[in-house]
T-cell receptor, first 110, second 111 residues
């Protein structure tokens, strides 16, 4: 099992550009999450999906959109990137309790 | 609202013990603990549920005081491999595990 995979691993964008971060899990989990991690801020929830076909906002949803394409895949889209969105982005999935995190995407917006 | 973790950082010598605390201003359904090593993804350590149920790794010990909305993680006989940043995540309701994480406690274990 690959667990949770994320692409790309690194990305540099210019202000105003758009991009989609991809996430997939092979553990048959219902719930999936997108977090951002900034120095000194811990992990902050952007969006989550409790099951296929449902999504809900987390703490910091502004500037992002998500799609739960199917049970395996959960993508995060930045429509018009801003320097404040420079961060490390983690995708996670969970069954009953434990959240499994992907390796992360390091995004820089210049 | 983010839970508050203390201390922010701690340095131990191998074999020493440490306690990391997590406090919330809201009534909690569960508290989750994760460890993250530099440049890596967070890894699950333990979950403590309202009512006393716990699930996690055998070598990790933690407590959850529901009345005070506080949890503590106990690291005993520390090893070099314990180094990393520890995060608590709190859930206000059951189902879905929608967590709010604290800002972390940096733990360094030295020889």
């Amino acid at each position: 099992n690959a667990g949770v995979t994320q692409t790309p691993k690194f990305q540099v964008l210019k202000t105003g550009q758009s991009m989609t971060l991809q996430c997939a899990q092979d553990m048959n989990h219902n719930s999936m999450y997108w977090y951002r991690q900034d120095p000194g801020m811990g992990l902050r929830l952007i969006y989550y999906s409790a099951s296929e076909g449902t999504t809900d906002k987390g703490e910091v949803p502004n500037g992002y959109n998500v799609s739960r394409l199917n049970k395996r895949e959960f993508s995060l889209r930045l429509e018009s990137a801003a320097p404040s969105q420079t961060s490390v982005y983690f995708c996670a999935s969970s069954g009953a309790y434990e959240q499994y995190f992907g390796p992360g995407t390091r995004l820089t917006v210049t | 609202q983010q839970p508050v973790q203390s201390p922010q950082a701690v340095i131990l010598r191998e074999g020493e013990d440490a306690v990391i605390n997590c406090s919330s201003s809201k009534a909690l359904y569960s508290v989750h603990w994760y460890r993250q090593k530099h440049g890596e993804a967070p890894v699950f350590l333990m979950i403590l549920l309202k009512g006393g149920e716990q699930k996690g790794h055998e070598k990790i010990s933690a407590s959850f005081n529901e009345k005070k909305q506080q949890s503590s993680l106990y690291l005993t006989a520390s090893q070099l491999s314990y180094s990393g940043t520890y995060f608590c995540g709190t859930a206000l309701t059951g189902g879905g595990n929608k967590l709010t994480f604290g800002t972390g406690t940096q733990l360094k274990v030295e020889l």
